[in-house]
């Protein structure tokens, strides 16, 4: 059964036309955000800056941390406290390494801001502003957050990616499945593994 998220995986004809389309430093932030570091949009609106390791280049995503954001955040759910945002899974707590597209754009943000819910208050918001731009795109299918994260999986592997563990854990997946899936669409180990024999 194919994922929603899968299917609407961008292409990189499609992925710079949607930079191109940013207006401002909010839009350019939640695109390049999503696009580049694959993200869920809960930990991309929860981001702050002690997240970020610049020496080491990597965001260090937290098991979870003090929010009253009032959003999911403020209701108690269970191994959860109150006021307080957690990952959706614990091996969602992971380091992602900061890509060069995403790089400058951060360190812009973060000059400025202790946290990406100063100016991106809600998943909704980051939702909307998303949906604006990928209209401006003139996208010939939704662009959603989850849509951003597959196709920063598939960016990756795309780019030589072949060890499923690793997609896993930088993905932040319970299971090695999902990363396998990943490798298998895409075919470039595959085709490395014929080009090697052949």
Not at 74 to 89: D, E, F, I, L, Y
Not at 125 to 152: D, I, S
Not at 180 to 192: C, P, Q, R, V
Request: proline share 5%.
């Amino acid at each position: 059964m194919k994922s929603k998220s899968r299917d609407n995986v961008l292409t990189p004809d499609e992925r710079e036309k949607l930079i191109k389309a940013c207006l401002d430093e909010q839009e350019s932030l939640v695109v390049h955000g999503l696009l580049f570091t694959g993200m869920r949009v809960s930990e991309f609106i929860h981001m702050r800056r002690s997240w970020i390791d610049w020496k080491d280049g990597v965001i260090n995503i937290p098991h979870h941390q003090p929010c009253k954001c009032g959003q999911e955040c403020m209701s108690p759910r269970k191994n959860k406290p109150r006021a307080c945002w957690q990952v959706k899974t614990k091996s969602a707590q992971r380091p992602i390494p900061i890509v060069p597209e995403v790089k400058p754009i951060l360190q812009g943000y973060f000059a400025q801001h202790e946290a990406v819910m100063e100016t991106i208050y809600s998943r909704v918001y980051a939702w909307k502003l998303l949906q604006g731009v990928g209209q401006r795109a003139k996208m010939k299918h939704r662009v959603f957050p989850h849509a951003l994260r597959a196709t920063f999986a598939t960016i990756l592997c795309e780019k030589g990616l072949e060890n499923a563990v690793i997609l896993k854990d930088l993905m932040g997946w319970r299971k090695l499945d999902m990363a396998s899936e990943y490798i298998k669409l895409t075919g470039t180990a595959m085709k490395k593994q014929v080009d090697k024999i052949w």
